[in-house]
């Protein structure tokens, strides 16, 4: 069975970091895809990051490009999203994915096309 657990939300001001942690139970995330996504509040889920192995190279979502960097620990089998220079707009609830080896050579990656979610984790920023 896998299992995604998210860890490290919290509140933070306008500014300031905030590391999250992913740890997957039920497959090793050194043969997976891995992936970070938000919801914020009324809003659709949306792609923040992916950490592909094909290349073994990662992308991000414009919004977030230069101030937030995903990493993995394949010994812990854990997956973390470092982010920096925090926004208010960046509130949102974070979700932790496997992405399906198929979408594995893309950047962007939809959220219909992940396999396992964590339950997920919020972070709010505020101003």
């Known amino acids: 069975q896998v299992q995604l657990e998210e860890s490290g939300g919290g509140l933070v001001q306008a500014g300031g970091s905030l590391s999250l942690s992913c740890a997957v139970s039920?497959?090793?995330?050194?043969?997976?895809?891995m992936g970070w996504f938000r919801q914020a509040p009324g809003k659709e889920r949306d792609f923040v990051a992916h950490d592909r192995l094909s290349g073994r190279n990662t992308y991000y979502a414009d919004s977030v490009k230069g101030r937030f960097t995903i990493s993995r620990d394949n010994a812990k089998n854990t997956v973390y999203l470092q982010m920096n220079s925090l926004k208010p707009e960046d509130t949102a609830v974070y979700y932790c994915a496997i992405i399906p080896p198929e979408y594995g050579s893309r950047g962007y990656v939809s959220s219909g096309a992940v396999d396992y979610w964590g339950k997920g984790t919020l972070v709010t920023v505020s101003s």
């Open positions: 039920g497959r090793a995330v050194i043969f997976t895809n």
